[in-house]
């Protein structure tokens, strides 16, 4: 490597637009290859290291500073699989979630499509709370908050006094933790739940098709991360593949 083809820290900062410090941190968390050093301890860049930052830096829009980092880590060890299995996962619990936003509206729409509830007297099925959390995919301790915030009212087995969650439950359960999830607030949750106890589902309809939308925007801002994943393995790491 000829001294013609090394970048500075500065170029790096420059080229992307952020402070030379923040391109120490980018090599700190593993999003850029380790650099070699000068005679005179200088880090010394290369064209793929620019590549790199500019990777990351698509990642981390696509899939946050909880997965970016390690995922660019994984492939700079030269582990293309662990990459892509990080990948994946973050793919499969978006996947989740869209169903979750599904399956909640769909049921909010039949609410609002009903001008009176009609209660069956059918006995309904009951979860106990660690049913409940699986379910959902949440531990049994956000059921616990929750409840304690007056988001949940599990009934109570007589005998046992295990909290128990029937359909009506299990609904307010789900718009809970879509809601929890899109960052909405515990008063704003309140004021939804209010709405659905009061056979007005619209007020729901409108906060859990956003965070559909916001679902969509994240989806299509890994697709846009990825074509940038693509060409670096493709031009620095092509004997993986």
Request: proline content about 3%; some cysteine.
């Amino acid at each position: 490597m000829t001294r013609h083809d090394t970048l500075r820290p500065v170029d790096l900062a420059r080229a992307a637009r952020i402070s030379v410090q923040q391109v120490r941190n980018y090599e700190a968390r593993g999003l850029l290859p380790p650099a070699t050093r000068s005679k005179s301890s200088y880090r010394l860049y290369t064209k793929q290291h620019l590549a790199a930052l500019s990777t990351a830096r698509h990642l981390i829009g696509g899939y946050g500073w909880q997965y970016a980092p390690a995922i660019m880590q994984a492939l700079h060890r030269r582990d293309l699989s662990a990459a892509l299995a990080l990948i994946d996962s973050y793919h499969a619990d978006l996947a989740r979630r869209r169903l979750q936003v599904e399956q909640t509206l769909s049921a909010l729409h039949t609410l609002a499509s009903q001008t009176t509830l009609v209660h069956e007297p059918r006995r309904q099925h009951r979860y106990r709370v660690g049913e409940a959390a699986e379910q959902v995919g949440v531990r049994v301790s956000a059921l616990h908050f929750w409840e304690q915030q007056g988001l949940l009212h599990p009934q109570r087995d007589k005998i046992s006094r295990y909290r128990l969650y029937d359909e009506q439950q299990m609904q307010r359960l789900r718009v809970v933790v879509l809601l929890r999830e899109a960052g909405y607030n515990f008063p704003v949750i309140h004021s939804v739940l209010d709405e659905l106890e009061a056979g007005r589902p619209e007020k729901a309809i409108v906060a859990i098709e956003k965070r559909r939308d916001e679902l969509t925007h994240a989806s299509w801002k890994c697709i846009e991360s990825l074509t940038s994943f693509h060409s670096y393995v493709r031009e620095f790491y092509s004997d993986l593949l």
